[in-house]
């Protein structure tokens, strides 16, 4: 009896260690200032999974560094913004003036992970004196578009339940991600470079309303009535849109993140009617052809 025993707890450690094999490679990327997108490439490394995970996987860290500052990352369209798997989900990240650092650490069966691949393409135009990224191969564009200059400025507006409107300037998430208050109306008002009536939004709620497009830094839902969003899009003016784009993802209750969409693309939950808490969104001037 002992005999086997031993012999089923033999096994169940072999199981579970031939389970458990996961391969790990790591590499430290310095980007120049700049916006940039990060996908996992196609092909490379055969996929697999584990554990209901699916491989190969890329996380995203931000180390610290005595010579350069950590990326912001800006958006992601996976389940964790930090993560890049085979579904080919994608993250942006913002570089700051100076250069920054980023880890990319991936994960799959062991002996395959140096054959996954990170692509990595710049979303703005490089900036006058700023360092190139280091290492990194010219690759197509992980984002639809390519020639992209400066981010503008604009003015974020929500009316946040039982805060009521509260003002941000777009510089990453604004709202209370995390926090379960419902964003019933939002406005979007340009600080430079655009009028206000140059871009366009709309919002989305219960039971698959949809707003008309607003602009003017209007605000596009509801007040007082206990009516979360549940959804949005932003859009440029028609006679813009050949020099500007809109990058934007938002922070649902029990979705999590959705996005990043683009240039009126609706930014929905993955569960119906789930209430909207925060906004990250990017107007980014095109460079001239």
């Not at 990319?104 to 135009?125: F, H, K, M, S």
Request: aromatic letters at 6%.
């Amino acid at each position: 009896m002992r005999v086997r025993g031993r012999q089923a707890a033999a096994d169940i450690r072999t199981a579970t260690a031939a389970a458990s094999e996961i391969g790990a490679a790591a590499r430290l990327v310095v980007l120049g200032e700049g916006l940039y997108a990060l996908r996992l490439a196609p092909g490379g490394a055969r996929p697999g999974g584990s554990a209901g995970l699916r491989f190969p996987a890329v996380q995203i860290g931000t180390p610290p560094s005595d010579e350069h500052d950590p990326v912001e990352l800006v958006a992601g369209s996976g389940e964790r913004s930090d993560w890049l798997d085979t579904a080919g989900s994608v993250a942006v990240v913002k570089s700051p003036p100076g250069g920054g650092v980023v880890l990319l650490t991936t994960y799959g069966p062991p002996g395959a992970v140096e054959a996954a691949a990170v692509e990595i393409n710049r979303l703005d135009a490089p900036a006058r004196g700023a360092a190139a990224a280091t290492g990194i191969a010219p690759v197509p564009a992980a984002l639809p578009g390519t020639g992209f200059g400066r981010e503008l400025r604009s003015e974020v507006v929500l009316h946040i339940e039982r805060e009521g409107d509260r003002r941000f300037v777009a510089a990453g998430w604004v709202g209370t991600r995390g926090g379960r208050r419902r964003i019933e109306a939002f406005s979007v008002r340009p600080l430079e470079g655009l009028a206000p009536a140059d871009i366009e939004y709309k919002a989305f709620g219960p039971n698959g309303q949809e707003t008309p497009w607003v602009s003017d830094a209007r605000l596009c839902g509801t007040r007082g009535r206990g009516l979360p969003l549940t959804g949005f899009a932003v859009r440029l003016a028609p006679q813009l849109r050949d020099r500007f784009d809109v990058i934007y993802q938002g922070a649902f209750f029990d979705s999590g993140v959705s996005g990043p969409q683009r240039n009126g693309e609706p930014c929905r939950p993955a569960i119906f009617d789930d209430p909207l808490e925060a906004i990250d969104l990017r107007v980014i001037a095109r460079e001239p052809g």
